[in-house]
């Protein structure tokens, strides 16, 4: 078994706090992406994981063993660093090999872990290069070998930082893939570590969104695209981002926003008259509604779409457009209809989800 | 695809004027470095001719007499001082690579009280000329006995020669710089993959910090196969002469063969040129590490 407990875990550096009071579970087998902005201490989570940083309050449990106290090497598992952290002196060979012989305790014989590494390699399509040091390789190519270093021990638990963000954008999105077929072809737990949310909606099998060291949502990446349990959430996932506009409930199935009135499917659980922030994203904003008047303020051609920029009261809002509707101009008035369904509205105060 | 040209602030003329101003500049350092040893070489293969006392020696050679290398290494006995000085060079540079990188490993990676002190007072020996400490020192000598006037056997000698140049604070700061430059990744790939901290010094951090170590072990070769002063009162017997002691016994022994004394100055300069063709790579490596990016 190798899900990964939080339980009640914090971390402070002197008087910072990386992670502030985070209960997470990570099941057995889950591609889990911890996703935030640099500095919300995802990073720091997985490090804790790891063994690299100690834990200042909580219970790591990895399995069924609180590891707080287990040294790193101890832990059974596998990271993999946004450097990659090769070592410079030694072939790709002796890289891949390197955890199975740098631990004096249960060392296996030389022929295993040359089948090992062998396995690996060929896992990773480094096969042509294990004579090489990674001087001599590309950076797609030493990222494979610091995952070739991560799979030969075998693991309970994968852990990424960032692996990819050295990568250029093709690479990155091939790599996305591979990284995921691995993941079913080991059948372990995935804990991965980014602030692109891409990433994170592509990969995760579940996502775990965090900032200011603090836990805002987990859950499958739809669900949390679809539900943003606060404000934070709902402004972080989704590219362009969900339209944020602050307003006042005028019924539980109604918010008046300076420009108009958003109507709301799913009932808010707040009394009328509380300040609410509506939110609407791109796709489920339509031209020629009645709901919100707005003015474009710019207009970005995707080729098979079109972002239009408004103006809507003191906020900007992007409408997503078919590549053939009506052309828009700059300047123009337009009147937006909104999807109640998909409507999301916040206390503007608690900036939780009231809906 | 291709490449455009980097574009530069300076034309090609400016350019090539100041490289022929650096060449000058490095050609005249360098006529002024190797002149002495020109001219050591000269006067060793003049034969003893009375010109080499002039007031203008001549630039070139008088005669061409290479016997006096064979005289001087027999007559001076140059070999078995030349085995002893290499004997007590290579236990010194041995012992001050191990303490230093185990000391840089120290402070470099790992935490411990007093850490900061302890680092300032092992650099502020530095500062410290060996001529402050020579009293002291040799007084502790005779204190251990290891200097020992009427018995100075040779394991007294050889371990008065090395013992206070066992640990040095210049490979400490040397390869300590060394070691920070490691990136952090790899210290933390490193426990991962169960390295332990001895593990990881000696197969990742001093592997990969080869080209400062190298220099450094240049830096300590040179200081101790070309000391002077301390050999001067640690060895009591001529028996257990160093090279660089025997040289000036020789020169005081054989004033009239002065081109003996220059010939055996070249002999005794032969270990530390083999040292500098062998390691010439790495020491430019290790002196400019670091400075560019």
Redesign the interface.
């Known amino acids: 078994m190798s899900q990964v407990t939080f339980t009640h875990v914090s971390k402070h550096f002197g008087d910072s706090i990386a992670v502030d009071d985070m209960s997470l579970q990570i099941d057995d087998r889950e591609f889990m992406v911890l996703l935030g902005p640099s500095g919300c201490g995802k990073t720091t989570a997985l490090?804790m994981i790891?063994?690299?940083e100690t834990v200042t309050s909580g219970d790591v449990v990895i399995g069924n063993t609180r590891v707080n106290d287990i040294?790193?090497?101890d832990r059974d598992?596998?990271?993999v660093?946004?450097?990659?952290?090769l070592?410079?002196?030694m072939t790709v060979r002796k890289n891949i090999e390197?955890?199975l012989v740098?631990?004096?305790n249960g060392r296996l014989n030389s022929t295993e872990r040359a089948r090992r590494v062998a396995d690996a390699a060929d896992v990773l399509g480094l096969g042509d290069y294990l004579d090489r040091k990674p001087g001599a390789l590309s950076g797609g190519q030493r990222q494979r070998v610091a995952l070739a270093?991560a799979i030969v021990r075998r693991p309970e638990v994968f852990l990424m930082d960032e692996p990819l963000s050295n990568l250029d954008a093709k690479l990155r999105t091939q790599t996305r893939l591979e990284l995921v077929e691995l993941w079913r072809r080991l059948e372990t737990t995935f804990i991965y570590v980014t602030h692109d949310q891409v990433e994170a909606m592509t990969m995760g099998s579940k996502i775990a969104v965090m900032t200011a060291g603090k836990l805002q949502q987990v859950g499958a990446p739809q669900a949390v695209y679809e539900r943003p349990a606060n404000l934070f959430v709902a402004a972080f996932i989704g590219s362009p981002p969900m339209n944020l506009l602050e307003g006042v409930l005028e019924t539980t199935q109604a918010a008046s926003v300076p420009g108009g009135r958003v109507p709301v499917a799913n009932p808010a659980s707040v009394a009328a008259g509380a300040a609410v922030t509506v939110g609407v994203r791109p796709e489920n904003l339509h031209v020629g509604g009645s709901d919100v008047e707005a003015t474009v303020a710019s207009i970005e051609l995707l080729g098979h779409e079109r972002n239009v920029i408004c103006n809507v009261g003191p906020a900007r809002w992007v409408v997503r457009q078919g590549a053939h509707d009506a052309p828009l101009h700059v300047g123009d008035t337009i009147g937006l209809g909104v999807d109640p369904d998909y409507v999301h509205v916040f206390d503007t105060a608690s900036t939780a989800r009231v809906n | 695809m291709t490449t455009e040209p980097t574009p530069t602030t300076e034309s090609t003329p400016t350019r090539r004027w100041r490289n022929l101003g650096w060449y000058v500049l490095l050609t005249a350092l360098s006529i002024l470095v190797l002149f002495p040893v020109y001219m050591t070489f000269i006067r060793a293969i003049s034969g003893g001719a009375a010109s080499l006392f002039q007031k203008k020696p001549s630039l070139l050679p008088v005669a061409t007499d290479w016997s006096s290398f064979i005289d001087a290494f027999r007559e001076g006995n140059l070999g078995a001082p030349l085995l002893r000085s290499l004997l007590v060079t290579a236990i010194i540079v041995v012992a001050q690579t191990v303490t230093s990188t185990m000391a840089a490993y120290a402070f470099a990676f790992l935490e411990f009280p007093l850490k900061k002190v302890l680092f300032a007072l092992i650099m502020g020996t530095l500062l410290l000329p060996i001529e402050v400490t020579l009293i002291a020192n040799v007084q502790t000598m005779f204190d251990l006995d290891l200097i020992n006037v009427t018995d100075p056997t040779f394991g007294r000698t050889l371990t008065a020669l090395t013992i206070p140049f066992l640990a040095t604070a210049l490979g400490v700061f040397l390869i300590r710089q060394g070691f920070l430059g490691i990136?952090h990744?790899?210290l933390?790939?490193?426990?991962?993959?169960?390295?332990?901290d001895m593990?990881f010094l000696w197969k990742?951090a001093v592997?990969?910090t080869?080209p400062i170590v190298g220099s450094f072990i240049v830096i300590s070769f040179l200081g101790a196969y070309n000391q002077y002063v301390w050999p001067r009162f640690a060895v009591k017997s001529n028996d257990y002469d160093t090279i660089q002691i025997a040289l000036r016994n020789f020169l005081t022994d054989n004033p009239n063969q002065l081109n003996w004394g220059f010939a055996a100055a070249l002999i005794a300069a032969v270990p530390v040129l083999v040292l500098l063709l062998v390691f010439q790579r790495q020491l430019v490596r290790g002196l400019t590490a670091g400075a560019v990016k």
């Open positions: 490090r790891a063994g690299l040294a790193a090497s598992i596998a990271m660093f946004q450097s990659y952290a070592y410079p002196h390197s955890p740098a631990r004096r270093r | 990136p990744d790899l933390d790939a490193a426990r991962l993959d169960g390295y332990s593990a990742i592997p990969v080869r």
